[in-house]
């Protein structure tokens, strides 16, 4: 992961339905290592969130995780206060902390639209790619 204490926020905007998120951090390397890793992505998503505006809802982790399954202790917190209605969107540094297969990324995908929240990621709107 590059250092994403250095890396300011660009000018693009996630949806103007989003006010609230669930952050999501995951490492799954359970060392300090790891938690340096945590650390960068809840700076980073921090960063983020004032940028747009969000007011950040909940905290979810998991550390030692590995992003190959979504049976994630931190996961299932976040996506169970999302269906609760607690945010309005799930918030990630990249699309890789929140799963490392397509067929899992797009079974969060469907789950997030049926229950109409999107999932969100830093790099993703750093680059522009999200709106």
């Known amino acids: 992961m590059p250092d994403t204490d250095t890396h300011a926020p660009t000018a693009t905007a996630a949806p103007a339905t989003v006010r609230t998120v669930i952050a999501y951090t995951r490492s799954g390397d359970a060392t300090s290592e790891g938690q340096r890793r945590l650390q960068r992505q809840r700076t980073a998503i921090q960063a983020e969130a004032d940028f747009q505006g969000w007011t950040v809802a909940a905290w979810t982790c998991d550390l030692g995780q590995p992003g190959t399954t979504l049976d994630r202790p931190g996961l299932k917190r976040a996506l169970a206060l999302l ?14 902390r929140l799963a490392r297969h397509g067929s899992d990324h797009r079974q969060l995908a469907r789950l997030a639209d049926r229950q109409g929240w999107p999932l969100l990621s830093v790099e993703a709107l750093r680059s522009g790619s999200q709106a």
């Open 83 to 96: 269906s609760e209605h607690k945010a309005d969107a799930l918030v990630a540094y990249d699309d890789g």
